[in-house]
């Protein structure tokens, strides 16, 4: 690790520890904070199929991921602050094997970097059943949606207002300015994924309404300035059919057009997953269209809102069409709580290649996961993820992601 992030994580440690000594008078401040420790190790490679690729990109490294967060000052409205500290360590990664995502690039030598570090720092207001957010942020929207698919979070930095404030109705809205990768230091600019267009302005808001118990809608709206933006309404029911049965529908629909001086763009977005659960089973069909000439509008590096998108493919080109077929079982039903087996194919078509002709992809995932239910490891994960993918296209990808995880509360 270098100096410089040494220096950062003990400021970040150190203030924290002065911060809660500072505060001990706000008793709700204090009494309703919470921190924890999360260490990661990460193991990723990927190996390129189709002639002429590179051989594969693979590292090994380690995650550690500070949480701290207060509680509120006591009055009609409530102040906080929470931070985020984040480590990554480099522990194996061999020439020629780097560009995993999981650590900053290192231009000098074309592998990567030993060490990166980032700190996150959230001021927050709340009144009554509406919350404010300043600084430092991670959360899903339908429109925005942050990336943890990697060694370290994606977050992003701006604001937002979260209102519960009616039964059942949960509204939001919010302003991005930048956006700081997975494994990058330095927040920058959003950038359209495959269409291209940068800017330093994403807006959004929206709500769901729980309708009943089993039902809900949603509609959201997300403007990229200048780039595009995006109308976005879904709805999720679930039937109960009888003792350990129930069918869930989650139905999504995205229209997406031009913003500003932004070139023309065209892309409407129609997914649906129909998933039947029976005691310990669950299977899942699912259905994916673009239509227009554009590929599905999204911030670069964050995650799209799409059902078919999975470990790798978004399956979201142009005119695309895909089809998905899933399995999960829960291991608890027979007497072994915390394994969970996840298996699950998607097929493309429709897509239209520079080269001619009809584009066709297909991807195959497999998750197995355990999580340790009690004893001195208890929380601990350990979760191997497989891709396996083929396109007349695109890459040809197999590629394997081993990751343990840890998590220890501090108080």
Not at 207 to 223: C, E, I, K, M, R
Request: net charge neutral; glycine share 12%.
């Amino acid at each position: 690790m270098t100096h410089n992030n040494q220096k950062y994580v003990c400021a970040l440690i150190f203030g924290s520890v002065t911060l809660t000594q500072g505060i001990t008078a706000h008793a709700d401040f204090v009494a309703d904070s919470k921190g924890e420790l999360e260490g990661r190790n990460f193991y990723f490679n990927r190996d390129f199929r189709q002639e002429g690729a590179r051989d594969k990109a693979e590292e090994w490294a380690q995650g550690l991921l500070l949480r701290l967060r207060s509680g509120y000052t006591a009055g009609t409205v409530g102040v906080g602050l929470d931070a985020l500290g984040m480590v990554g360590l480099k522990l194996d990664s061999g020439d020629g094997t780097a560009g995993t995502g999981l650590l900053p690039a290192d231009r000098s030598s074309g592998g990567s970097q030993d060490d990166y570090a980032k700190l996150g720092l959230t001021a927050k207001m709340k009144a009554s059943k509406t919350e404010l957010k300043v600084g430092s942020l991670f959360f899903k929207d339908p429109v925005i949606n942050a990336n943890d698919t990697r060694l370290l979070p994606q977050t992003f930095r701006g604001g937002l207002l979260t209102s519960q404030e009616l039964a059942g109705l949960t509204l939001n809205a919010g302003h991005i300015d930048r956006i700081k990768a997975n494994s990058s230091s330095d927040f920058t600019e959003m950038t359209g994924n495959r269409i291209g267009g940068t800017s330093n302005s994403f807006n959004f808001g929206g709500g769901d309404y729980q309708v009943t118990p089993q039902l809900t809608l949603s509609a959201h709206y997300g403007q990229l300035e200048n780039v595009y933006q995006q109308y976005y309404g879904g709805l999720i029911h679930v039937l109960p059919l009888g003792t350990g049965q129930s069918l869930k529908s989650d139905i999504r629909y995205a229209s997406s057009r031009e913003d500003g001086s932004f070139r023309a763009l065209d892309n409407t977005a129609f997914g649906s997953m129909f998933t039947y659960r029976l005691t310990a089973h669950a299977f899942g069909v699912g259905y994916q269209r673009m239509n227009g000439d554009d590929p599905f509008p999204y911030i670069a590096g964050s995650d799209p809102y799409l059902v078919n998108f999975i470990q790798i493919g978004d399956f979201a080109n142009a005119r695309e069409r895909s089809w998905q077929l899933r399995y999960d079982y829960d291991f608890a039903a027979l007497g072994l709580p915390g394994l969970t087996f996840m298996s699950r194919y998607v097929s493309g078509d429709n897509v239209e290649r520079a080269a001619g002709g009809e584009g066709k992809e297909w991807e195959r995932n497999t998750d197995i996961g355990y999580v340790v239910q009690s004893g001195a490891l208890k929380n601990l994960g350990v979760k191997w993820r497989n891709a396996t993918v083929r396109s007349n296209f695109g890459n040809d990808l197999d590629e394997n992601r081993l990751i343990v995880s840890y998590t220890v509360p501090l108080w």
